[in-house]
């Protein structure tokens, strides 16, 4: 067999030795892995042992308790995603045919050319490859990808993204809920060599302690019954394995990530024997990791095993420059998704946006969007205005976004009207870019030193607090390198 740990495995499925041998050689010339089977029984003790990328099968099979169709349909009830390509030297139309029915990528008749064997091999593993994609991305649809934005932190963010991606390394990554941590992480997966790999995601909060260790490790199955499950683990071989929100895994089931993290080997419960994985870990956490191992909830071996890179994501509060961008991609994502009519932003409903804190932070925005397509009243070509905004973000709109609802500004003088139409709109500007006044300046057309006065004439504070009516909350305790601040410890990447 070949050494090659990264090529794809080639299961080969053959009563004759030199046939065995032969297609063997053909297929390691060509780059690929293989394991050999003289007997339907060995095959399908590998196959349950460590699934291969397709598997070519032998239709007569002697001195074998099962012949080849027997050995498909074991193969495809516990693999159904494992393509198998069937070969014949006494092959029949009625027997390919058959053999198509119970779920062969092909049929090949001997004696081949070699050609023809890695042309349909390599297809047959494409079309494996792109049903498991398919199947991913529709449970996953309506999941934003990409990372949007160009803010500092967003830019440093992609940076980073761009450096630990090829390196294979471990990557903890921090945050608050709903901040986009699995977004990073499948950006991870997309910039490493293993970006056309399985990219498995553990849900550590949802899984009951009782099935945890069987979601992860499998169950052993006996060869031809289809019960029981792959592991996850397994089924994320070659790729990446996300553990989403590591800290709500129990201790029990740390200790065992602890091992297969050391030698990249799992053992399946009930099963026989071990088996090798080769799989990239990604952890993601909303708390402060630290704090759970002091409390004895979280192993300490295991938080260094995974802290290897720690890469923070920075909450919505934090990058309230790209809210206008990142918003109108979610409405036109949400609404092509949905079939739903697509909407156009007015500007002070992005305004508005802006200055609200969003303690959900992006899954709340995407949440809020979905909301407004649907709910938002007017015409399809009417802009959502802030006033059609939910409660809780329109409570917290500056005047200035109001006034056009209002007649207060009616009833001032001149001088006094102006003074306050200044007022509400360079507080809206100042919270709209989170205090910093350069940006400010830019998108008002002041200078800084200019503003910076007028500021201080009108008694506007540059001091940004989520809402002006609720006192600043206490600062949050810096921890220690490697886990970032937790600002809200709900669900979601």
């Given at each position: 067999?070949?050494?090659?740990?990264?090529?794809?495995?080639?299961?080969?499925?053959?009563?004759?030795?030199?046939i065995?041998?032969?297609?063997?050689?053909?297929?390691?010339?060509?780059?690929?892995?293989?394991?050999e089977?003289?007997?339907?029984?060995?095959?399908?003790?590998?196959?349950k042992?460590?699934?291969?990328?397709?598997?070519?099968?032998?239709?007569?099979?002697?001195?074998?308790?099962?012949?080849?169709?027997?050995?498909?349909?074991?193969?495809?009830?516990?693999?159904?995603g494992?393509?198998v390509?069937?070969?014949?030297?006494?092959?029949?139309?009625?027997?390919?045919?058959?053999?198509?029915?119970q779920?062969?990528?092909?049929?090949?008749?001997?004696?081949?050319?070699?050609?023809?064997?890695?042309v349909?091999?390599?297809?047959?593993m494409?079309?494996?490859?792109?049903k498991?994609?398919?199947?991913?991305?529709?449970?996953?649809?309506?999941?934003?990808?990409m990372?949007?934005?160009?803010?500092?932190?967003?830019?440093?963010?992609?940076?980073?993204?761009?450096?630990?991606?090829?390196?294979?390394?471990?990557?903890?990554?921090?945050?608050?809920?709903?901040?986009?941590?699995?977004?990073v992480?499948?950006?991870?997966h997309?910039?490493?060599?293993?970006a056309?790999?399985?990219?498995?995601?553990?849900n550590?909060?949802?899984?009951?302690?009782d099935?945890?260790?069987d979601?992860?490790?499998g169950?052993?199955?006996?060869?031809?019954?289809?019960?029981?499950?792959?592991?996850?683990?397994?089924?994320a071989?070659?790729?990446?394995l996300?553990l989403?929100?590591?800290a709500?895994?129990?201790?029990?089931?740390?200790?065992?990530?602890?091992?297969?993290?050391?030698?990249?080997?799992?053992?399946?419960?009930?099963?026989?024997?071990?088996?090798?994985?080769?799989v990239?870990?990604?952890?993601t956490?909303?708390?402060?990791?630290?704090?759970?191992?002091?409390?004895g909830?979280?192993r300490?071996?295991?938080?260094?095993?995974?802290?290897?890179?720690?890469?923070?994501v920075?909450p919505?509060?934090?990058?309230?420059?790209?809210?206008?961008?990142?918003?109108?991609?979610?409405?036109?994502?949400?609404?092509?998704?949905?079939?739903?009519?697509?909407?156009?932003?007015g500007?002070?409903?992005?305004a508005?946006?802006?200055?609200?804190?969003?303690?959900?932070?992006?899954?709340?925005?995407?949440?809020?969007?979905?909301?407004?397509?649907?709910?938002a009243?007017?015409?399809?070509?009417?802009?959502?205005?802030?006033?059609?905004?939910?409660?809780d973000?329109?409570?917290?709109?500056?005047?200035?976004l109001?006034?056009?609802?209002?007649?207060?500004?009616?009833?001032?003088?001149?001088?006094?009207?102006?003074?306050?139409?200044?007022?509400?709109?360079?507080?809206?500007?100042?919270?709209?870019?989170?205090?910093?006044?350069?940006?400010?300046?830019?998108?008002?057309?002041?200078?800084?030193?200019?503003?910076?006065?007028?500021?201080?004439?009108?008694?506007?504070?540059?001091?940004?607090r989520?809402?002006?009516?609720?006192?600043?909350?206490?600062?949050?305790?810096v921890?220690?390198?490697g886990v970032?601040?937790?600002?809200?410890?709900?669900?979601?990447?």
């Amino acid at each position: 067999m070949s050494v090659n740990s990264n090529a794809p495995e080639i299961l080969v499925v053959d009563d004759e030795d030199d046939i065995r041998l032969l297609i063997s050689g053909i297929l390691q010339d060509e780059g690929y892995a293989t394991r050999e089977a003289a007997t339907g029984e060995a095959a399908l003790e590998q196959v349950k042992n460590r699934a291969p990328a397709a598997v070519v099968l032998d239709i007569w099979l002697e001195n074998s308790r099962f012949d080849g169709l027997q050995v498909l349909s074991a193969i495809k009830a516990m693999r159904p995603g494992v393509p198998v390509v069937m070969i014949s030297g006494h092959g029949t139309i009625a027997t390919a045919v058959q053999a198509i029915k119970q779920g062969a990528y092909d049929f090949i008749e001997k004696p081949f050319e070699a050609d023809r064997l890695l042309v349909v091999l390599g297809r047959a593993m494409e079309a494996a490859r792109l049903k498991r994609e398919n199947l991913e991305l529709r449970s996953r649809a309506g999941a934003p990808e990409m990372l949007i934005g160009s803010c500092p932190a967003v830019s440093a963010l992609r940076r980073t993204i761009e450096r630990v991606g090829p390196t294979g390394s471990r990557v903890m990554i921090t945050g608050p809920a709903g901040s986009g941590k699995e977004v990073v992480a499948r950006q991870i997966h997309m910039h490493s060599t293993r970006a056309q790999g399985p990219f498995v995601v553990v849900n550590c909060a949802s899984l009951h302690p009782d099935r945890l260790n069987d979601v992860l490790f499998g169950q052993a199955r006996t060869a031809g019954d289809g019960d029981g499950q792959t592991g996850l683990l397994e089924r994320a071989d070659g790729g990446t394995l996300l553990l989403d929100e590591v800290a709500d895994m129990p201790l029990a089931t740390q200790s065992a990530i602890i091992r297969i993290l050391q030698d990249q080997r799992l053992e399946r419960i009930n099963g026989h024997g071990p088996v090798g994985v080769d799989v990239r870990v990604i952890a993601t956490t909303n708390r402060d990791l630290r704090e759970e191992i002091a409390r004895g909830l979280f192993r300490e071996e295991l938080f260094y095993r995974l802290n290897v890179v720690p890469v923070p994501v920075p909450p919505l509060s934090d990058r309230r420059e790209d809210i206008p961008e990142l918003a109108r991609h979610l409405l036109e994502r949400t609404a092509a998704s949905a079939g739903l009519p697509k909407r156009v932003l007015g500007e002070d409903a992005i305004a508005a946006m802006q200055v609200y804190p969003w303690p959900g932070n992006v899954r709340q925005l995407r949440n809020v969007i979905e909301r407004l397509l649907i709910m938002a009243p007017g015409a399809v070509a009417d802009p959502i205005r802030a006033d059609m905004l939910p409660a809780d973000i329109a409570n917290d709109v500056p005047q200035m976004l109001k006034l056009q609802c209002s007649d207060e500004i009616m009833t001032l003088p001149l001088r006094d009207a102006r003074e306050m139409f200044e007022r509400e709109y360079l507080m809206a500007q100042v919270v709209r870019y989170g205090g910093n006044i350069s940006r400010t300046a830019d998108f008002v057309g002041m200078e800084r030193s200019a503003l910076h006065r007028k500021l201080k004439s009108l008694g506007v504070s540059t001091e940004v607090r989520h809402r002006r009516d609720v006192p600043e909350p206490p600062p949050v305790a810096v921890p220690q390198a490697g886990v970032a601040p937790v600002k809200r410890l709900s669900s979601v990447n």
